[in-house]
Nanobody, 125 residues
């Protein structure tokens, strides 16, 4: 069992930056691929970024590539999402997720077994 708690969301102006954190409790955090997803009002949950168990492999959606960076610190059981050059269309609830058995990470929500409660990110124009 893994419990995930996100933090770091908030209100920021377009062009600004935020760093989201996801603290995990439970065993074997380093064996999980980790991901960030987001859901805007009236839209489906969408993939943002994923990182492998070692942090050595990452993948991003086209909409955030070059602006967002996902990293993890296995010693702290924490995964991060650094978001730069934010746009109003980045406004959403951001969710952290853990994929058991997918140590390389995954872009598919169905591969994830554990989800956090979400943190709101609002980007004003």
């Amino acid at each position: 069992q893994v419990q995930l708690v996100e933090s770091g969301g908030g209100l920021v102006q377009a062009g600004g930056s935020l760093r989201l954190s996801c603290a995990a409790s439970g065993r074997a955090f380093s064996m999980y691929g980790m991901g960030w997803f987001r859901q805007a009002p009236g839209k489906e949950r969408e993939f943002v970024a994923t990182v492998s168990w070692s942090g050595g492999s990452t993948q991003y959606s086209d909409s955030v590539k070059g602006r967002f960076t996902i990293t993890r610190d296995n010693a702290k059981n924490t995964v991060y999402l650094q978001m730069n050059s934010l746009k109003p269309e980045d406004t959403a609830v951001y969710y952290c997720a853990a994929a058991r058995g997918y140590t390389s990470g995954s872009a598919y929500p169905g591969d994830y077994h554990y989800w956090g409660q979400g943190t709101q990110v609002t980007v004003s124009s």
